[in-house]
Every structure is written in structure tokens, then in C-alpha cells.
């Protein structure tokens, strides 16, 4: 129900900007005007549409008078535009971004008029529309502005005498949610764990003890924190971003923020975080395979576009190690929440036989301002400017130390001999893995037009062996194991037929398979393999997701 300001009650002060960032004081900026009409409403409203015409014609007649105009916009600055140019409006519009001043005016509906006198004490009030009541307050206005009451009505037309509003966004309930906790009447929707009050008790030991933490000390999740954190994204708290393996337990936006907060994000970090959820939780990516397997694979994350720079992606020396802040939140925030919530743990879901760092998280960025190729999310589908995530099921980096090739042949050769090493070097016919080409090298490519696919054709030329060479031996046990090849290779009895023996594998099933991007500090020529895990329908493959803030 609205508690609207009465009549002789002073009008809340705001201060809001318009779409250009200009700010607008109402208090102050208003205090000597003779009458103000404060005008609330919404893009898609269509009262809203039915009144603000009525609005334009008082505010054109009146202004030169000193009645001062203010619309107070729920929609963002573009709807907010489009309203205003649709209608004509010629008077200030400032956009109400967080609801603070329509949660402070108490409405239930848009649109909502006030009319003020001078130091901001209300006149009057019209929720919705009513022709009499308008009659009413633009005669009130007039009055006070000294002058004759206005026409609000075009000639011949004749508005209707009643029409209900639309509701005001205030009442969205992750909106309502929000500011209710902002003004401390209500908790975040999650279940709210108490530190105990004793003496020498500490939040962070607490938390350790709870088993919340990755065995590193956590920012504890206070409701404040929490809420500062939503605000890095325009997705309601509610939503379900995901269900997250191995309990397949719902992921809202509010649980991600949670562990976003844990890990130590900042709030602009989270889009990206929701969207690496997004792809992790995917049956493409197969999360509960890559927790369950025992081999050492964890989620990469691979952040390409704009995004970038706007939080500080390190896409440049040490992209892999410590000190950039958004790197290695980023990475610690999906395994948080794929542990609190999804209830991988290690030594329970999570059976890795030695693990790597990189399960703490790993999240590194594309340099592509060094790349002779397009970026990564390019090639997998997306624009240029689009900001995206890639999340890949990555075993820790292992160096490939190139200083003497001076040709695109020559460098991509020696990766290739690298790459063979992934799981083992009989090991053939793999999955995915990932190429971190250093700008030195990439810049040996680019002089000699070396493209990605001439890079990932050296590599299945030089990685090529003969099947023969492959298979299990009495020397060596291990190798590719006869079930893995196709069956027209086999006899009768299983076994690779003469013919088959001579056939040459590559180290990948296809080209396409070697994910490559560039990425480091541009001295050194140094690039990076990265293995994937496990090939065919039950392991992983890599999945991209637009952020979206």
C-alpha cells in the first residue's frame, strides 16, 4: 500500500543524474522555486505514456513562470531516452538507477506526480491517472506560479477520467530484497550463519572450521558485502544461474556473489564469474567428470574482449602466476562455489591423485593487442568487442622453450614436439589441449604469415607416429590401447591388422582440437602446453558464454 508524503510534509531530497551524468540536486537545486512537479515513471508504462503529454503541456506553459519540471526515471538511460523523445518531453529527466528516491516517495504505482511548494513542502499527489485530480494539481500549480491555469488536453481531445498505473519497479521483489536490506529491514535470502560471540572468537577460523574456505582465509560474507556485490550485476538475485555438479544444487546469482565475496572480488568482477558458472555447469564441459576423475584437471578460465581491461584481467607477464587481484579471485571463485555449493570436495567428490594449483583457480586473459591471429572468442563464434569467458579442463602449464627458431615451421614444429608430451607420449588420438603462444613467438608468426591452422597442421605433421610405434610393449606397457582405434583397423581377434600398423596417428583427433591464444609479457620466448582431460563423450570440452553485465 503507498505511504505517499502528505500535503504540507517536505518532499524527500535526491540527487540523481541524467543520462549524460549530470547531476541534479532536488532540495536544493529546487528550494526557491515557486512550485515543483516531480513526474515518476517507467519506459514500458503505458499510463505513464498517457500522461506524460499532460505533463509536457503544464511544464511548457508554466516554466516561464518558475514552475520547475523534474521526471524521475525507473528505466535505464536508452528507455529512458526513447520515453522522453517519443513524448517530447522538454524538461529534466534524472534516472533513478538504484530506486533509492522512488523507495523513499513510498508509491506503489507509476506514474506518480508531486506537486511542491518552495523548501520542498508537498501540495499535492496523483498516483496513476485521474483527469479531475490533474485538473486539480495543474490549477494548484498555476496558482502558485501566479498565473492562468493551463490547457493539458490537445484541441478536441478529452482523456479519460481514470486509468490505473503499473507498478512501481520498487516492488520487483529481488528490487524490494535489496533495499530492504540496504535499510536494514530485511536479510539476503540465503541462510545466515551467526559467529559465535565468545571470547577470542575469530570469523575467519570459524569459517575454517565450517569447511567453507579452500584452506586459504576467506573475506567473510556479510550481508553488506553481499549487497555491494550485487550491484556489480543487473541480474536479479534470484535468477538460477546454474545447477552445480556433483549435488547439482541450484546456483542463484545471490549464492554466486556469496562465494564471489569469499574469494575477494570486487563487485564489477562478477559478471564474469556468473558467466564461467555458466560454462562449468554445461554437459559439454562435464563438470562432475573433470571433480571425479583422479587424474590433476581443473577449470581455466580464459577471459577475452573488452572486459579485460575494464577490471584489470593480467593478460600479460606472470598471466598464469600471483599478484593480479581479478585473475586469481576469479579462478578461486568458481572452485568456492563448485565446493559450497556443489559439494565438490576434495577427498570426497574431488579425487585427483596430486591436484595443482591451478585448482585453487586459475583464470588468465588473452593478450590479443600482441596477436597476429584473431582472439580465441572470435574463433569460437563471437564478435571482436564481445566479452566472453572460456572455461577449458586444464592441467598446470608446462613450459615450451623455444629461443633459436626464426621460422613459423621451425617454432610450431617444436611446439608440437611439446604438446606430444600431454598425458604421455604414446598416448595419441587426444582431445583437446591448449597452445599460450608468448608475443615473441607470436611475432615469429606474424612475420612469416604463419596462420593458427599452418601452427596446428605442424603440429599433427610432427607429432605423426606410426600405430606400430604407439602400442603397448613388453618395454613399455603403456601405449594406445587397440579398443581406442577404429574397428576396421582390427582383426578378427581385436588386434591392429599389417596395414594398420603402418598408419600414422597424429597426437590430436583433429586439427580443430588445439585451442590456441597468445598471452605473457612480450619479452621471452617462452609459450605454454596445457592438457586437457580425457577424450570422447565422458570428458570435457571447452565452452564459451558471453558475459553480460
Known amino acids: 500500500m503507498s505511504t505517499l508524503p502528505a500535503a504540507g510534509a517536505t518532499a524527500p531530497p535526491f540527487t540523481l543524474s541524467d543520462s549524460e551524468g549530470n547531476p541534479f540536486d532536488y532540495g536544493r537545486q529546487s528550494a526557491a522555486a515557486p512550485a515543483t512537479l516531480l513526474f515518476f515513471i517507467k519506459h514500458d508504462c503505458a499510463t505513464c505514456g498517457l500522461t506524460a503529454p499532460a505533463?509536457?503541456?503544464?511544464?511548457?506553459?508554466?516554466?516561464?513562470?518558475?514552475?520547475?519540471?523534474?521526471?524521475?526515471?525507473?528505466?535505464?538511460?536508452?528507455?529512458?531516452?526513447?520515453?522522453?523523445?517519443?513524448?517530447?518531453?522538454?524538461?529534466?529527466?534524472?534516472l533513478d538507477d538504484d530506486l533509492d528516491a522512488s523507495a523513499e516517495y513510498g508509491f506503489d504505482a507509476v506514474p506518480l506526480l508531486v506537486l511542491?511548494?518552495?523548501?520542498?513542502?508537498?501540495?499535492?499527489?496523483?498516483?496513476?491517472?485521474?483527469?479531475?485530480?490533474?485538473?486539480?494539481?495543474?490549477?494548484?500549480?498555476?496558482?502558485?506560479?501566479?498565473?492562468?491555469?493551463?490547457?493539458?488536453?490537445?484541441?478536441?481531445?478529452?482523456?479519460?477520467?481514470?486509468?490505473?498505473?503499473?507498478?512501481?519497479?520498487?516492488?520487483?521483489p529481488d528490487v524490494a530484497r535489496r533495499l530492504a536490506v540496504r535499510r536494514g529491514e530485511e536479510r539476503l535470502a540465503s541462510r545466515r550463519i551467526r559467529v559465535p560471540v565468545a571470547a577470542g572468537s575469530d570469523e575467519l577460523e570459524f569459517l575454517f572450521d565450517r569447511g567453507l574456505t579452500d584452506g586459504l582465509p576467506v573475506v567473510p560474507?556479510?550481508?553488506?558485502?553481499?549487497?555491494?556485490?550485487?550491484?556489480?550485476?543487473?541480474?536479479?538475485?534470484?535468477?538460477?544461474?546454474?545447477?552445480?555438479?556433483?549435488?547439482?544444487?541450484?546456483?542463484?546469482?545471490?549464492?554466486?556473489?556469496?562465494?564471489t565475496v569469499m574469494a575477494g572480488c570486487r563487485p564489477e568482477y562478477l559478471p564474469v564469474v556468473l558467466a564461467a558458472v555458466?560454462?562449468?555447469?554445461?554437459?559439454?564441459?562435464?563438470?562432475?567428470?573433470?571433480?571425479?576423475?583422479?587424474?590433476?584437471?581443473?577449470?581455466?578460465?580464459?577471459?577475452?574482449?573488452?572486459?579485460?581491461?575494464?577490471?584489470?584481467?593480467?593478460?600479460?607477464?606472470?598471466?598464469?602466476?600471483?599478484?593480479?587481484?581479478?585473475?586469481?579471485?576469479?579462478?578461486?571463485?568458481?572452485?568456492?562455489?563448485?565446493?559450497?555449493?556443489?559439494?565438490?570436495?576434495?577427498?570426497?567428490?574431488?579425487?585427483?591423485?596430486?591436484?595443482?594449483?591451478?585448482?585453487?583457480?586459475?583464470?588468465?586473459?588473452?593478450?590479443?593487442?600482441?596477436?597476429c591471429w584473431e582472439p580465441l572468442h572470435v574463433e569460437r563464434g563471437f564478435d571482436p568487442g564481445d566479452s566472453t569467458v572460456t572455461v577449458f579442463a586444464a592441467e598446470a602449464p608446462r613450459a615450451i622453450r623455444d629461443q633459436l627458431s626464426r621460422s613459423g615451421p621451425s617454432l610450431a614444429g617444436s611446439m608440437g614436439l611439446s604438446l606430444?608430451?600431454?598425458?604421455?607420449?604414446?598416448?595419441?588420438?587426444?582431445?583437446?589441449?591448449?597452445?599460450?603462444?608468448s608475443p615473441e613467438h607470436a611475432r615469429t608468426f606474424g612475420r612469416d604469415g604463419y596462420t593458427k591452422d599452418d601452427v596446428r597442421a605442424r603440429i599433427q605433421e610432427v607429432t605423426a607416429r606410426p600405430l606400430r610405434d604407439l602400442l603397448p610393449s613388453e618395454e613399455l606397457h603403456k601405449g594406445m590401447r587397440p579398443q581406442a582405434l577404429p574397428r576396421d583397423w582390427l582383426d578378427a581377434n581385436g588386434q591392429p591388422t599389417a596395414e594398420a600398423l603402418d598408419r600414422k596417428l597424429s597426437k590430436f583427433q583433429a586439427p580443430e582440437n588445439i585451442l590456441i591464444m597468445v598471452a605473457g609479457g612480450t619479452a621471452g620466448k617462452f609459450s605454454a602446453a596445457v592438457g586437457g582431460w580425457a577424450s570422447g563423450e565422458q570428458g570435457s570440452r571447452a565452452v564459451t558464454r558471453p558475459i553480460v553485465v
Open 278 to 371: 555458466e560454462a562449468a555447469c554445461t554437459d559439454d564441459f562435464n563438470l562432475h567428470g573433470v571433480l571425479a576423475t583422479t587424474y590433476f584437471v581443473g577449470p581455466l578460465i580464459i577471459v577475452n574482449g573488452p572486459i579485460r581491461r575494464e577490471i584489470g584481467i593480467n593478460c600479460g607477464p606472470n598471466a598464469f602466476g600471483q599478484g593480479a587481484r581479478a585473475n586469481s579471485t576469479i579462478g578461486r571463485a568458481l572452485q568456492l562455489l563448485v565446493r559450497n555449493v556443489g559439494g565438490g570436495r576434495p577427498g570426497e567428490v574431488d579425487m585427483a591423485t596430486l591436484g595443482q594449483p591451478g585448482k585453487v583457480g586459475a583464470c588468465i586473459g588473452e593478450l590479443e593487442e600482441e596477436s
Open 116 to 172: 511542491a511548494g518552495p523548501d520542498a513542502v508537498v501540495l499535492a499527489t496523483m498516483e496513476g491517472w485521474s483527469r479531475p485530480e490533474f485538473q486539480a494539481l495543474a490549477a494548484l500549480a498555476a496558482e502558485r506560479c501566479g498565473t492562468s491555469v493551463p490547457a493539458f488536453e490537445a484541441e478536441g481531445e478529452r482523456l479519460p477520467e481514470q486509468r490505473p498505473g503499473c507498478a512501481s519497479r520498487v516492488n520487483d
Open 420 to 437: 606430444e608430451s600431454i598425458a604421455h607420449v604414446k598416448l595419441h588420438l587426444m582431445d583437446q589441449a591448449l597452445l599460450v603462444v
Open 55 to 94: 505533463v509536457e503541456r503544464v511544464a511548457r506553459a508554466l516554466s516561464p513562470s518558475g514552475l520547475a519540471t523534474i521526471a524521475i526515471s525507473q528505466s535505464n538511460a536508452a528507455d529512458t531516452a526513447a520515453f522522453a523523445d517519443r513524448h517530447g518531453l522538454s524538461f529534466t529527466v534524472v
Open 221 to 259: 560474507p556479510t550481508e553488506a558485502r553481499v549487497l555491494r556485490m550485487l550491484e556489480g550485476t543487473s541480474r536479479a538475485a534470484t535468477d538460477v544461474v546454474a545447477h552445480v555438479p556433483p549435488n547439482l544444487a541450484p546456483a542463484t546469482v545471490e549464492k554466486v556473489a556469496i562465494n
